[in-house]
């Protein structure tokens, strides 16, 4: 019922920039907030940034503050990360979640949330 698609990651070099983008279908999105997170392989699954229905957005990552940024479209039903300047320790899988039961929250990543099926970013030196 609830779907998430990422995409948009690809490979990039040492300072380049890409544009991920999270569709929603299912519901519609004005009701939701968007987070993303990453994963790199074997690592534990982290929590990047949060925008929530009005537009506020959280960082999580201090890493990213002032090279990632977050921004909707509800008209397409699509969240965007924008992200500038990357560096390899950003490479990794990226999802977009929505809370599962209360959507207007950010998600705190559980299992319990929907999840899109992540997309590769793969950043190189």
């Known amino acids: 019922q609830l779907q998430l698609v990422e995409s948009g990651g690809g490979l990039v070099q040492l300072g380049g920039s890409l544009t991920l983008s999270c569709v929603a279908s299912?519901?519609?999105?004005?009701?939701?907030?968007i987070g993303w997170f990453r994963q790199a392989p074997g690592k534990e699954r982290e929590r990047v940034n949060c925008?929530?229905?009005?537009?506020?957005?959280?960082t999580y990552l201090n890493s990213v503050e002032g090279r990632f940024t977050l921004s909707r479209d509800n008209a397409k039903n699509t969240v965007y990360l924008q992200m500038n300047n990357l560096k390899p320790e950003d490479t990794g899988v990226y999802y977009c979640?929505?809370?599962?039961?209360?959507?207007?929250?950010?998600?705190?990543?559980?299992?319990?949330?929907?999840w899109g099926q992540g997309t590769q970013v793969t950043v190189s030196s």
């Open positions: 979640a929505t809370d599962r039961r209360i959507g207007r929250l950010c998600p705190k990543g559980t299992k319990d949330d929907y």
């Open positions: 299912g519901f519609t999105l004005d009701d939701n907030a």
């Open positions: 925008i929530s229905r009005d537009g506020a957005r959280i």
